[in-house]
């Protein structure tokens, strides 16, 4: 015989896991509407990373600004410099480091 209590825990389980799963995928999506990003939000859409990115803010490479300490971007202009700069990422060849 099926005990009840069992097959009660095993679906609150699978409750369980599948609302993880939605809270998870909404906490890493970025909302397509929004027009201004912060630096986590433009690392996740451009899939470099937030150390890069700062580097390249510093570099004045990417199209950025600040308000107080903090660094914003816009969606428009971060993909459009993106695909202007795609060129350089396909065709970048990693650095080797002269022999000391």
Known sequence: MI???EVLANEL????ELIFEVLHA???AINPDKDI???SEASKLTSIATKTIYNFTSLNTIPYFKK???LYFEREKLLAWLVSE???FVNAKPQKQKAK
Request: charged share 30%; hydrophobic share 20%.
């Open 3 to 5: 005990n009840p209590y």
């Open 13 to 16: 389980a699978t409750i369980k």
């Open 26 to 28: 909404q906490k890493c």
């Open 37 to 39: 990003l912060n630096i």
């Open 68 to 70: 107080g300490r903090r």
């Open 86 to 88: 795609r060129d350089t």
